[in-house]
């Protein structure tokens, strides 16, 4: 089992910037990929960006150029660097770990861009 808890969400001005944390624990070895999603209300939830094992990273076309993923092996942890944000990126991000198949999710984090 992989245990997953974000942090750094908030509320950001419009061309603001963001870093969101994402700490895993428990069966850290067998996790393949790991990845942030997010959901608007109303909206389904989308992938927003994703990063496996040899450090190969995914974008949405909408974050790209914006938004940076990244991991730090020795604190486990996950980070979506988010830059010049927009009002259409407020949504809950949630945090995903992908294992055997099985993907195990975080709790969300709400961040929201307004003036």
């Known amino acids: 089992q992989v245990q997953l808890v974000e942090s750094g969400g908030g509320l950001v001005q419009p061309g603001g910037s963001l870093r969101l944390s994402c700490a895993a624990s428990?069966?850290?070895?067998?996790?393949?990929?790991m990845g942030w999603h997010r959901q608007a209300p109303g909206k389904k939830r989308e992938l927003v960006a994703s990063i496996i094992k040899s450090g190969s990273t995914n974008y949405a076309d909408s974050v790209k150029g914006r938004f940076t993923i990244s991991t730090d092996i020795a604190k486990n942890t996950v980070y979506l660097e988010s830059n010049s944000l927009k009002p259409e990126d407020t949504a809950v991000y949630y945090c995903n770990a992908l294992v055997g198949g099985f993907r195990y999710w975080g709790q969300g984090t709400q961040v929201t861009v307004s003036s």
């Open positions: 428990g069966s850290i070895s067998s996790i393949a990929l």
